[in-house]
């Protein structure tokens, strides 16, 4: 059976302001399409250097989907134009067009050996201008070939089979923009990540470091703010037991090169989880955290199969080689969604799977000294939406999706320790499988 992955992608960061539908679909195109003239000029340009034998070839995932895009890639007052075009279907070109004195002209072109695009990125590879990467996929199913046009002049550079996935960021803090390529090892390769630094548009790998040689699929790999000193990349990935984990690619200043301490210190180890859920910044303030993922509190003679899991979303502490619990919630994979905790229940309640669509978080406390599940204080059940009939169920709606309707019963109100209608609704997360082709995958 296939494997459920849940990723919870940066739209996460919601979590603690209210009840979030988490889609993982294709990000929109980051810039609002263009007016009709706009489109035709572009065409126009094609048309004059090829003929009228051509199709227009559409990005497969990123931020830009579309075969037209708009982008100011000089830090002038205007957008300039990428068109991606076939006219063979064994190779897509690549056209950027500049506008003066208000009507489109050719600027660059480029080409690649492929049939279609994975992803278009705008990147700034130490040029005045920006740079655009294209990637593509390589010999293998397993791997992409990369390559880059600069917009402000020079040579198209490609690198071929290049990696199994990629990000790009300013790891050094030089300003500009830089490459890391990710690989899965083989027979002849440890699993290898290497740190390419931008320069008037080319890129030389400057150093590279290793990865976890169990790894055998990249879930997510994202840039952003590790701590607050520091850059890089989380990578989640799966490894050759099914399990995820997570890892960081950062730059050490001293050493001049890409390190990975999680790998290096076995950090990695603790961010194992069975649950497939994605590194995200969950709170707003620019760091990502990592989801820590744990067993729920539960007594020696239950099942531990009921038992619901915790995710402790954390931040790794860079100069401590630790991790630092930041928010806790109880996931509920089976069921499709997360319930955030809050400080006053944290530390002081567990949840079951209560049916096939139903959980139920009780308080754990001391009995003679002995720790055991003891008062129910709120059900969430889950209904086909298609079959839901408000007026037969009785309990309050929490959340819904396309596909199912969440319900809640506060089932004891007693103490500091109950649940309120808002505490319910504000603090549910719904969470969906990601489709085929997504680019998570």
Not at 139 to 155: D, M, N, R
Not at 215 to 228: A, M, P, Q
């Amino acid at each position: 059976m296939k494997k459920r992955r849940i990723v919870i992608a940066a739209a996460i960061c919601l979590l603690l302001t209210g009840c979030t539908s988490l889609s993982l679909t294709s990000p929109d195109v980051l810039t609002p399409p263009k007016p009709e003239g706009s489109q035709r000029e572009i065409r126009d340009l094609i048309t004059n250097s090829v003929g009228s034998n051509y199709e227009m070839v559409y990005p497969e995932s990123g931020d830009y989907n579309s075969s037209v895009i708009f982008s100011n890639l000089d830090n002038d007052d205007d957008d300039e134009a990428i068109a991606l075009y076939t006219c063979d279907k064994e190779s897509v070109r690549i056209l950027v067009a500049d506008i003066k004195d208000g009507h489109y002209t050719l600027l660059a072109e480029g080409s690649v050996h492929a049939s279609k695009i994975s992803t278009v990125e705008i990147a700034s590879f130490g040029n005045e201008t920006k740079d655009i990467l294209i990637s593509y996929p390589g010999s293998s199913t397993t791997l992409h070939s990369l390559s880059i046009l600069p917009t402000g002049g020079g040579k198209q550079t490609d690198m071929i089979n290049a990696c199994a996935s990629h990000v790009v960021g300013d790891f050094n803090g030089d300003g500009t923009d830089d490459l890391v390529t990710v690989a899965l090892a083989d027979a002849d390769n440890l699993a290898t990540a290497r740190l390419y630094i931008g320069s008037g548009g080319s890129l030389e790998e400057q150093s590279s470091c290793e990865i976890s040689s169990d790894t055998k699929e990249y879930l997510n790999i994202s840039f952003g703010k590790v701590c607050d000193e520091i850059s890089g990349a989380i990578v989640d990935a799966v490894d050759v037991q099914g399990k995820i984990s997570t890892q960081i690619l950062c730059y050490d200043y001293n050493q001049r090169s890409l390190i990975n301490p999680l790998y290096v210190n076995d950090g990695f180890d603790k961010t194992k989880r069975s649950a497939a859920v994605s590194s995200a910044d969950i709170d707003r303030d620019g760091i990502i955290e990592i989801p820590l993922c744990e067993t729920m509190d539960y007594s020696a003679d239950e099942d531990e199969s009921t038992v619901c899991d915790r995710i402790n979303w954390s931040n790794y502490e860079y100069t401590q080689a630790s991790f630092s619990a930041k928010q806790s919630a109880i996931l509920c994979d089976k069921l499709g969604f997360l319930l955030n905790l809050s400080p006053e229940h944290a530390d002081i309640v567990t949840a079951r799977y209560t049916g096939e669509n139903s959980m139920s978080v009780y308080l754990w406390e001391y009995k003679r000294s002995t720790a055991e599940r003891t008062t129910k204080l709120l059900t969430v059940k889950r209904y086909p939406k298609d079959s839901f009939n408000s007026d037969t169920v009785l309990e309050a709606v929490a959340a819904e999706n396309n596909s199912y309707v969440y319900t809640y019963v506060i089932d004891t109100e007693e103490g500091y320790y109950g649940y309120t209608d808002d505490e319910v609704k504000n603090n549910i997360v719904l969470i969906e499988e990601p489709t085929d082709g997504d680019p998570q995958k």
